[in-house]
């Protein structure tokens, strides 16, 4: 597709139930993000992928947070036992060839609203 | 830490300027970057600073001084599409690794 692909774009779930929300980059794009954002409240890193390097998990909150990329395109961010404050809507981005130096302009989804009742 | 504060809220009138400031708190970063996001949408890039100094695109510029801990976003022209959160950004330790602030919604009035 012409940019970065969320789903669902709304998800409803029960206090303890995991949750699976995925990402589509933009087709040759070699780095994935996650980020989520709270009400009220800015942006957070949560993990990034980067070709076949191992992925920057520095965000992740706690091991509750997993996240897969397979086969250098699609991303998996999974959430097991749901607590009510990972209610946010979750984020991703991609980027194209990364390099060093710094510049990088990210291409945003339209995110996953998620809320945990 | 990297502590990132910008104002929360800034009302402007169509066809005037407005300038948002953002200060923070580092002993490093890639570079600043600002985005748009208007509500329920996506971010999109606006604009970002490595060297100090000011940018300009078009009707927005922004501007960074590293000594002083200092970046703004100057908005001109005011349209009513620029209604929409304002997020000022560092860029860490990787391309795409960002520190987010809260962002400042503008409101455009008529």
């Known amino acids: 597709g012409a940019g970065v692909s969320q789903s669902p774009s709304n998800k409803v779930t029960e206090k303890g139930k995991d949750v699976e929300l995925r990402c589509d980059p933009i087709?040759?794009?070699?780095?994935l993000y996650w980020y989520r954002q709270s009400l009220g409240q800015g942006l957070e890193f949560l993990i990034y992928f980067q070709g076949n390097s191992a992925p920057d998990k520095s965000g992740l909150p706690s091991d509750r947070f997993s996240a897969e990329r397979t086969g250098g395109s699609v991303s998996t961010l999974t959430i097991q036992r749901t607590q009510q404050e990972d209610s946010a809507v979750y984020l991703c981005a991609s980027l194209p060839l990364v390099t060093s130096g710094g510049g990088g302009e990210l291409f945003f989804g339209e995110g996953s609203r998620l809320t945990v009742l | 830490g990297q502590n990132i504060d910008q104002p929360t809220e800034m009302t402007a009138t169509e066809g005037a300027i407005v300038q948002i400031n953002c200060t923070y708190q580092t002993s490093g970063f890639n570079g600043l970057f600002w985005y748009q996001q208007h509500a329920g949408e996506a971010p999109t890039f606006l604009s970002y600073n490595v060297l100090d100094g000011l940018e300009e695109k078009g009707r927005f510029s922004s501007f960074l001084s590293r000594s002083k801990g200092y970046s703004y976003l100057l908005l001109k022209e005011l349209q009513m599409k620029d209604s929409a959160s304002y997020l000022c950004?560092?860029?860490?330790?990787?391309?795409?690794?960002?520190?987010f602030g809260a962002g400042t919604q503008v409101v455009v009035t008529p």
């Open positions: 950004a560092l860029e860490t330790d990787s391309w795409g690794k960002f520190q």
């Open positions: 087709s040759g794009h070699t780095a």
